[in-house]
């Protein structure tokens, strides 16, 4: 008798965030669920023949279709007229998600599944052996973008995917943290509570890829908030409906110093190179006014933003 939807003994590597991630969303989902995982880490530690940790219904799709598959898997239920009894989620990593995936991602999205993907962002490919994606943030060292005399490593900025799934009109888009799970975990609740495609990307620090102690992963996952370096954000229908603030933001080296994969800035000519990430965490404060006593700016910020351009609601689209 199955007793546990996400069971211990699976071989993730120790202090793995994507593990905790997924137990927590699978906690809260409960039993009547399908899921398709696309391939990746989590596909691999959780389901070595002949075993397996999940203890819902699980497919292994292909590294770039597993929002594709959930999508079958959702037509099928909803003709069987099953979609009140069973939910349908697609999860992958950011290369299945943000890179290889993007186009199944957005054909979901735009055909309108009741389905909710789950992006786990370790911000690089870490089961082939820790090479870019396009959600490596700047300035990151991994096998692809490498440092050297010439590089600083990734020379490019992560992709905005909940903008670019808040561009698509889906009802519901969020961001979270392993570091917060009571509100990731009242995130992937809400979510579900919501028909139509939603999308929420978690935070989950890799200690092989990062380069990072096993036993600082709630640490790091609790920085990268404090620093503003990633936005815990929640959207409807298009419309930014929370943030999560901060009292009193730190400053980025607190967070990088604690990584190998940024071990190459610590040094006399990387200094520029930390105040430009630094730039990066103030910009994101001030545009989503992550501070605490920041919430005239998000006022201002939603307001210029909506009276531009008519966001329409899933119910509103469902009568044209």
């Known amino acids: 008798m199955v007793t546990e939807l996400f069971s211990s003994g699976h071989t993730a590597c120790a202090g793995c965030g994507q593990a905790l991630g997924a137990r927590l969303v699978v906690e809260t989902t409960g039993p009547n669920v399908i899921i398709a995982n696309a391939t990746g880490c989590l596909e ?48 992958g990593g950011d290369g299945a998600t943000a890179d290889i995936g993007m186009a199944s991602l957005s054909g979901m ?14 911000e690089a490919y870490m089961n082939t052996g820790v090479q870019r994606s396009g959600l490596t943030p700047f300035d990151s060292r991994t096998t692809t973008s490498p440092s050297g005399k010439k590089s600083f490593g990734n020379p490019r900025p992560k992709k905005n995917i909940p903008e670019i799934a808040n561009a698509h009109n889906v009802p519901y888009v969020a961001t979270a943290s392993i570091a917060f799970p009571k509100d990731l975990q009242k995130k992937v609740k809400k979510a579900l509570s ?54 009193a933001a730190k400053p980025v080296d607190e967070y990088l110093k604690l990584q190998g994969r940024y071990a190459h800035l610590f040094t006399e000519r990387g200094k520029g190179e ?34 531009e351009e008519k966001i329409f609601t899933t119910a ?3 009568k044209c």
């Open 44 to 91: 691999v530690f959780t389901s070595r023949y002949p075993e397996s940790a999940w203890g819902v219904p699980w497919i292994h799709s292909l590294f770039q279709n597993a929002a594709a598959v959930a999508s079958g898997v959702e037509a099928a239920l909803r003709i069987k007229g099953k979609l009140d009894k069973v939910r349908v989620i697609s999860q």
């Open 109 to 122: 999205f735009d055909r309108g599944h009741d389905i909710l993907y789950v992006c786990y962002d370790n």
């Open 194 to 247: 919501i028909r139509g495609p939603k999308y929420i990307q978690i935070f989950v620090p890799c200690p092989l890829g990062w380069r990072h102690d096993p036993g600082l992963t709630y640490e790091i996952a609790k920085l990268v908030v404090e620093t503003g370096l990633y936005p815990i954000l929640e959207y409807q229908d298009g419309k930014l409906i929370s943030v999560k603030t901060i009292e």
């Open 274 to 307: 930390i105040a430009k990430i630094q730039a990066i965490a103030d910009s994101n404060i001030k545009k989503y006014g992550l501070l605490k006593g920041g919430k005239e700016v998000r006022e201002k910020m939603v307001a210029e933003k909506f009276t």
């Open 316 to 318: 509103e689209l469902s």
